[in-house]
């Protein structure tokens, strides 16, 4: 799922670059703070109000951000933000259950050397996440992009086992856009397997199959007879799902290619999203969790 976030203004943003009033310029920092839902903020253990939270009075220093949401059984956020002189630093969360289910960003602006210079830095919790500007693959985070475009642009970013972000940007003239995303974890699909559930299965097939072609509709794929715990491929863009030798998605690790609906048995997963199955000539590969599903 791709989450969309429109900034009340990108415009708010970049203040003509992330800038304040020229009255403004020589003291203050500015930040900007929305929630889903709202919460309670506090810069260095002091409450200073609710979301949606605008400041653009806020002295140029290093702030203990917390945010406390107003919905029971949501986990809070806090982060030490560095306020930069003339820059609006903007931060959006959506809160969870669980700290791993947290998804949002923040995004500031650093003044370069160089005046005509464009930057963009993406840096992503879970790292290797896969980073996209305008549709075109920019390489994994973090990531660091000098002579990029200025002006609006598209930034989506996703990794195996987390929910996709895209945000709105602006890239300016004579800095550095931050972009530091946090992915929300994907809840892995998991399906207890029941002797009832299995043996309707098999009477609905049976029911459909012609007496002659009985025995054969049990044999024709790798998986079946498969015992419990065990992964489905499930349905891909690409109508294919790669198995790799490690848990990332370098280019030089893909041992083949798996279809979906078909099974294999399951061996483990780890704390990015990957399982690790069982091939059926005994290879032993990891497959995204986010086109699996877990019968155990």
Same mark, same amino acid.
């Given at each position: 799922m791709i989450r969309k976030i429109t900034f009340l203004a990108i415009a708010a943003l970049t203040f003509t670059g992330c800038t304040l009033p020229g009255f403004l310029r020589a003291k203050y920092a500015a930040l900007q703070i929305t929630t889903t839902p709202t919460a309670e903020v506090f810069l260095n253990d002091e409450r200073v109000g609710e979301t949606p939270f605008k400041s653009e009075k806020l002295k140029a220093q290093d702030y203990t951000v917390r945010l406390v949401p107003k919905e029971e059984g949501l986990v809070s956020w806090e982060r030490t933000v560095t306020l930069q002189p003339s820059i609006t630093t903007v931060i959006n969360f959506e809160f969870a259950p669980d700290r791993q289910s947290i998804g949002g960003e923040i995004l500031s602006l650093t003044e370069l050397a160089n005046s005509e &210079?464009?930057?963009? &830095?993406?840096?992503?919790?879970?790292?290797?996440?896969?980073?996209?500007?305008?549709?075109?693959?920019?390489?994994?985070?973090?990531?660091?992009i000098k002579n990029a475009v200025a002006g609006d642009h598209a930034l989506l970013v996703s990794a195996p086992g987390y929910k996709q972000r895209r945000v709105d940007i602006k890239a300016v003239k004579g800095h550095r856009l931050t972009v530091e995303v946090q992915l929300p974890k994907e &809840?892995?699909?998991t399906q207890e397997a029941t002797p009832s559930a299995q043996t309707s299965a098999e009477e609905e097939v049976e029911s459909k199959t012609p007496s002659s072609t009985k025995a054969t509709s049990k044999t024709a794929t790798p998986s079946a007879e498969i015992k419990t715990p065990y992964v489905e491929i499930l349905d891909t863009?690409?109508?294919?799902?790669?198995?790799?030798?490690?848990?990332t998605t370098a280019e030089d690790n893909e041992i083949t290619k798996l279809n979906p609906g078909e099974t294999y048995p399951y061996l483990e997963s780890n704390d990015t999203g990957w399982h690790k199955i069982t091939l059926p000539d005994g290879t032993e590969g990891w497959i995204s969790g986010r086109y699996a599903k877990i019968y155990k």
């Open positions: &210079a464009v930057e963009i &830095a993406v840096v992503s919790i879970p790292d290797n996440a896969s980073v996209k500007i305008d549709g075109q693959p920019k390489g994994f985070s973090p990531l660091k &809840a892995l699909l863009p690409t109508g294919w799902l790669r198995v790799r030798s490690a848990p």
